[in-house]
């Protein structure tokens, strides 16, 4: 009893890990290749969040999200000078918010439609909802700080 979770999970952590990187070396990376040396690290950080939320069809809290998680992702590219952190950092957000947490150890749902349901959830997952974007922003802000300052340091 309880094998089959374990495929699922690794099966799951492959796929996250398959897309992080394609998110970090196609979207990110080649917004910083264009981008990176030829403007100053504030709007490179900015310019990644627009063009992710941009990219959204309809602008609500998944445009939010996409918004603040590009900007992390982007200062965690700077901050570490490659893609491994970026790639490590969408990886497990992309498996804790999937297989982890709604299916392959336990399956959590937040019943309702009002109130903390509201906040919590969102029709097509867990990244559209408005708390996924509150906390992609506690998160940008500390390390797009950290890497304002790392690059003002070396003379940007």
Known sequence: EGRGAIPAVLLGLVVCAAA???????????FLRAFGDRLPLPLVLVG????AAVATPTFDATAFFRFAFAMAMVALWRIDGGALLAVAANTAARFVAGPLLFGGIVDLRVVGTGGAAALFTAPTGVFESPASGIVALACAVPLAIRAVRAYRKAGG
């Open 20 to 30: 992080a990187v394609r998110d970090e070396l196609v979207l990110r990376g080649v």
């Open 48 to 51: 990644a969040g627009l063009t």
